[in-house]
């Protein structure tokens, strides 16, 4: 037996034994995903976290997501798969950074990316994905509205809405740092490929592109395409969903760049070590889980 079957065979007997459920985020790396009960974008794993009646869950992501399972399931156990897998964008604005910005524009309304900390959302007025965020903003009663913490995704919903943004300068490095030239080089590679990107994309990157687009989204749209061809825009680990859902289509990324290195920590030997040991558990403190979570429960009545 390999290596990794042997692995997968592990886990799958840990499962059982913890009467768990192993979630996994659409970045996660092919291994993982497959192994996994569920893989999804940060709407739908929220989604899914809210329903869940397991004692365990086994959270493939990082550390901001298992939060979200943490905050909506109080009473269960939630393991995050690696310890150490965090969020660059969500670490980009701390409570006293928050407090100072409301201070700043007290009629603003804050709406709070989900890649962000438990107490950011505790400090927020609700809760936002890239796929629901436009639908969030103006579902908010006030005219101006505080978007923290991506710049980028804020940006874009800037564009869709009427309402006053304000932005603050936080970013994903693995979207903000691809360049208009490189989706230009690419298109000439690829004349015939239709360009998706990821709203945390710069806005010039997104004005290249058919679309800007979620994850689940980009999944539905290529689905429901004639096109052959896509150069997709977002985290790499995407591309293992779109070809596994369309065998027949081709897919090329902007650059090679397009990795989030927390999101492939998580390998199958961590989880299978996290389960084991019941290590890495996420848990919230009540007074914020509370606040955090009215925050999400807005967000997932309007979504």
Not at 17 to 36: K, M, T
Not at 251 to 259: C, H, R, V
């Amino acid at each position: 037996m390999s290596d990794l079957n042997r692995l997968k065979g592990k886990i799958a007997q840990l499962k059982g034994e913890l009467g768990a459920v192993i979630v996994a985020h659409n970045y996660q790396r092919p291994e993982v995903q497959d192994i996994a009960d569920f893989v999804g974008d940060s709407l739908e794993l929220s989604r899914r976290c809210a329903e869940i009646d397991t004692g365990t869950i086994v959270f493939c992501g990082v550390r901001f997501m298992a939060e979200i399972a943490a905050i909506l399931n109080p009473d269960r156990t939630v393991l995050l798969s690696e310890g150490s897998a965090g969020c660059p964008l969500a670490d980009m604005i701390s409570i006293d950074e928050l407090i100072e910005w409301k201070q700043r524009y007290p009629k603003a309304a804050v709406v709070c990316y989900v890649n962000s900390s438990a107490e950011t959302k505790a400090e927020s007025d609700i809760c936002c994905t890239s796929a629901n965020g436009v639908k969030v903003v103006d579902s908010v009663a006030n005219d101006d509205i505080l978007f923290v913490p991506d710049q980028n995704l804020g940006h874009y919903i800037s564009t869709q809405t009427k309402k006053n943004v304000i932005l603050y300068p936080g970013f994903c490095y693995v979207h903000h740092r691809l360049k208009p030239e490189q989706v230009k080089l690419v298109k000439q590679l690829h004349p015939d490929a239709k360009v998706l990107v990821h709203p945390e994309c710069r806005p010039e990157v997104i004005a290249l592109a058919e679309a800007a687009l979620s994850t689940s989204q980009m999944l539905r749209y290529v689905k429901a395409s004639s096109h052959q061809s896509f150069i997709i825009g977002t985290e790499e680990g995407l591309l293992h969903r779109l070809r596994l859902e369309n065998p027949d289509k081709s897919f090329y990324l902007i650059s090679n760049s397009q990795i989030c290195t927390d999101m492939k920590k998580t390998t199958l030997e961590t989880i299978a070590r996290t389960m084991e040991l019941g290590q890495n558990i996420v848990t919230v403190p009540e007074a914020i889980r509370v606040k955090a979570k009215q925050a999400v429960d807005r967000m997932l009545a309007i979504s």
